[in-house]
């Protein structure tokens, strides 16, 4: 799997060995509410075909390592309180200066499998890969016909006990890739990983064990696996009354900005206030339903139809500025990574979106464009990664315009219990951590659109104001709402003039500034030069595919 040919010393001395600590592990703020019975969700266990896997949280410290002049290194962990009956794949592996806050999988072979090659084998030995002081990093040498998952690691030089892992059946496996850098120095790379093929219909599990590297090839080159569910049902996942209850401990506070004046709204109440939906040759609207049922169904976005602001003015600046006590958040429910977390996609819609302000951080500069960002139709989200194995929240997804990240838990501002708090930037709704001010551009240099957040007295408790509009593995258990069938613009194509716009402020700046600014403009959003009509959340790559990062 790995492709190692021999064993590398730190022979340049660039690793030093710490005493190692007692790991800190991180809790949620509150403790996690007996979940609705039903199904496999939550039981601690998940059927992935031929395997049965479990996910183990409990870790003994072996050594810590820090390169010389750097202020974290890496400490390697041994998985404790594996259930009875079930192996280890690997040890775990993560920053030295961060609570411990990861996981390991283990397996065991699944009741009433029959199959001519069992799924797990012990490895025929281990060969070293690396080592230093007091870590040695082995890997364990497979059978013909299966996979290595993880690798060993030890304190001194004698070979560990091939009881410590099992390796898996080649076709119950699946590429996976590097993921976040733990280590990086010239002889030794370690990295988590994550699967090449993600989102709602991929079927990879990472097994959240470390891969390791002294060779210099690219790291889109290197042989790495996860598990594969080849169980079609998603047992794990969990049902309507399981959904609600995840959402009523997990809904988090959306906080909008003091200054905001494009609020949200309920997208019947931007319906019922004179939206209007246009065809291309004909010059006017028509009125759209509460319901949405005029709206043409399911097909592509095509450019025949959009939709718009009422036409009288008066209506215009009313439904521009939306209507808080109207809005909810609409609920997506999807399966992750093979079937073994859930995600629960949270949209929100505002029927305005707002001009940018451009900043230069360094002259203390702000500029206030006058119609450059502003588009009808906007919708933003952010999702809750759940894991199924216990219904603990993992991870949140802040959307963020044209991309966006995951934080983990660990790093999540919580408002009350394990609820999180999420900050609607002024004008553009994008989502974020923390209270702030976020530049898209370069936040080096201090140079690009400006995001503000904060708490004020206008937000939405996701947790009571919400409706489940898609869970497609439940098979026709929601209902899907007539408006979210609708693939075409939810707003007409404007059209800005922001890069000559943005050339006369340039032509106005030192010269420094100025070759910067040119430099990066054209990492700066679409926004500023145009903006087609933002399509629905069915529209969006992350309905069926996973989170852009």
């Given at each position: 799997?790995?492709?190692?040919?021999?064993?590398?010393?730190?022979?340049?001395?660039?690793?030093?060995?710490?005493?190692?600590?007692?790991?800190?592990?991180?809790?949620?703020?509150?403790?996690?509410?007996?979940?609705?019975?039903?199904?496999?969700?939550?039981?601690?266990?998940?059927?992935?075909?031929?395997?049965?896997?479990?996910?183990?949280?409990?870790?003994?410290?072996?050594?810590?390592?820090?390169?010389?002049?750097?202020?974290?290194?890496?400490?390697?962990?041994?998985?404790?309180?594996?259930?009875?009956?079930?192996?280890?794949?690997?040890?775990?592996?993560?920053?030295?200066?961060?609570?411990?806050?990861?996981?390991?999988?283990?397996?065991?072979?699944?009741?009433?499998?029959?199959?001519?090659?069992?799924?797990?084998?012990?490895?025929?030995?281990?060969?070293?890969?690396?080592?230093?002081?007091?870590?040695?990093?082995?890997?364990?040498?497979?059978?013909?016909?299966?996979?290595?998952?993880?690798?060993?690691?030890?304190?001194?030089?004698?070979?560990?006990?091939?009881?410590?892992?099992?390796?898996?059946?080649?076709?119950?496996?699946?590429?996976?890739?590097?993921?976040?850098?733990?280590?990086?120095?010239?002889?030794?790379?370690?990295?988590?990983?994550?699967?090449?093929?993600?989102?709602?219909?991929?079927?990879?599990?990472?097994?959240?064990?470390?891969?390791?590297?002294?060779?210099?090839?690219?790291?889109?080159?290197?042989?790495?696996?996860?598990?594969?569910?080849?169980?079609?049902?998603?047992?794990?996942?969990?049902?309507?009354?399981?959904?609600?209850?995840?959402?009523?401990?997990?809904?988090?506070?959306?906080?909008?900005?003091?200054?905001?004046?494009?609020?949200?709204?309920?997208?019947?109440?931007?319906?019922?206030?004179?939206?209007?939906?246009?065809?291309?040759?004909?010059?006017?609207?028509?009125?759209?339903?509460?319901?949405g049922s005029i709206l043409p169904q399911g097909g592509k976005n095509d450019g025949e139809f959009w939709m718009?602001?009422?036409?009288?003015?008066?209506?215009?600046?009313?439904?521009?500025?939306?209507?808080?006590?109207?809005?909810?958040?609409?609920?997506?429910?999807?399966?992750?990574?093979?079937?073994?977390?859930?995600?629960?996609?949270?949209?929100?819609?505002?029927?305005?979106?707002?001009?940018?302000?451009?900043?230069?951080?360094?002259?203390?500069?702000?500029?206030?464009?006058?119609?450059?960002?502003?588009?009808?139709?906007?919708?933003?989200?952010?999702?809750?990664?759940?894991?199924?194995?216990?219904?603990?929240?993992?991870?949140?997804?802040?959307?963020?315009?044209?991309?966006?990240?995951?934080?983990?838990?660990?790093?999540?501002?919580?408002?009350?219990?394990?609820?999180?708090?999420?900050?609607?930037?002024?004008?553009?709704?994008?989502?974020?951590?923390?209270?702030?001010?976020?530049?898209?551009?370069?936040?080096?240099?201090?140079?690009?659109?400006?995001?503000?957040?904060?708490?004020?007295?206008?937000?939405?408790?996701?947790?009571?104001?919400?409706?489940?509009?898609?869970?497609?593995?439940?098979?026709?258990?929601?209902?899907?709402?007539?408006?979210?069938?609708?693939?075409?613009?939810?707003?007409?194509?404007?059209?800005?003039?922001?890069?000559?716009?943005?050339?006369?402020?340039?032509?106005?700046?030192?010269?420094?500034?100025?070759?910067?600014?040119?430099?990066?403009?054209?990492?700066?959003?679409?926004?500023?030069?145009?903006?087609?009509?933002?399509?629905?959340?069915?529209?969006?790559?992350?309905?069926?595919?996973?989170?852009?990062?």
């Amino acid at each position: 799997m790995f492709g190692f040919e021999c064993c590398c010393s730190d022979k340049d001395g660039e690793l030093y060995n710490l005493l190692p600590e007692e790991p800190k592990p991180f809790f949620l703020p509150a403790p996690l509410p007996q979940w609705p019975q039903g199904q496999g969700f939550a039981t601690g266990r998940i059927n992935l075909g031929e395997l049965e896997v479990a996910m183990v949280k409990d870790f003994e410290v072996i050594s810590t390592y820090t390169p010389k002049k750097s202020k974290t290194g890496v400490t390697f962990y041994k998985p404790l309180s594996i259930p009875d009956g079930f192996v280890a794949f690997g040890h775990y592996g993560q920053l030295t200066n961060q609570q411990l806050r990861g996981y390991v999988l283990v397996a065991q072979a699944a009741l009433n499998t029959e199959t001519e090659s069992p799924p797990l084998k012990l490895p025929l030995g281990y060969k070293l890969i690396w080592s230093s002081t007091n870590v040695y990093v082995w890997q364990p040498v497979q059978p013909d016909g299966y996979r290595a998952l993880g690798f060993v690691v030890t304190l001194d030089e004698t070979e560990p006990d091939v009881e410590q892992v099992r390796c898996v059946r080649d076709d119950l496996t699946e590429n996976c890739q590097v993921d976040d850098v733990i280590l990086s120095t010239s002889s030794f790379r370690v990295w988590n990983t994550k699967a090449c093929k993600t989102g709602m219909f991929c079927k990879g599990v990472t097994i959240g064990t470390f891969f390791c590297s002294t060779d210099s090839v690219s790291s889109d080159k290197l042989d790495i696996c996860c598990l594969r569910n080849v169980n079609p049902d998603l047992e794990a996942m969990p049902n309507l009354e399981q959904i609600d209850a995840l959402i009523d401990h997990y809904g988090p506070t959306v906080y909008f900005h003091p200054d905001e004046v494009y609020l949200p709204s309920s997208v019947p109440w931007f319906f019922e206030n004179g939206a209007l939906l246009f065809r291309k040759g004909k010059s006017d609207g028509r009125r759209i339903d509460s319901g949405g049922s005029i709206l043409p169904q399911g097909g592509k976005n095509d450019g025949e139809f959009w939709m718009d602001l009422p036409e009288d003015d008066n209506d215009d600046t009313l439904v521009k500025h939306g209507n808080l006590d109207s809005a909810e958040l609409y609920v997506h429910v999807k399966p992750a990574l093979g079937g073994t977390f859930t995600d629960i996609v949270m949209w929100i819609f505002c029927p305005f979106n707002g001009s940018i302000t451009f900043t230069f951080e360094l002259l203390n500069l702000n500029i206030e464009m006058d119609k450059v960002g502003e588009h009808v139709g906007d919708w933003e989200h952010f999702t809750l990664r759940i894991s199924n194995y216990n219904g603990e929240l993992w991870s949140v997804y802040f959307s963020e315009h044209s991309g966006g990240e995951w934080v983990d838990a660990s790093n999540i501002e919580f408002i009350e219990g394990n609820k999180p708090i999420v900050y609607s930037s002024k004008h553009g709704h994008a989502s974020f951590p923390n209270a702030g001010t976020y530049i898209q551009g370069s936040s080096k240099f201090g140079i690009g659109v400006k995001n503000d957040v904060d708490k004020s007295e206008r937000f939405i408790d996701a947790s009571k104001r919400y409706q489940i509009i898609a869970a497609e593995y439940l098979n026709g258990v929601v209902a899907e709402p007539d408006w979210l069938q609708y693939m075409r613009e939810w707003g007409p194509t404007v059209l800005y003039d922001g890069r000559s716009e943005l050339e006369k402020i340039i032509s106005h700046l030192p010269f420094f500034i100025r070759l910067t600014v040119e430099t990066l403009i054209d990492l700066f959003p679409v926004e500023l030069y145009g903006e087609e009509g933002p399509t629905g959340p069915k529209e969006k790559d992350n309905w069926y595919g996973d989170e852009r990062c």
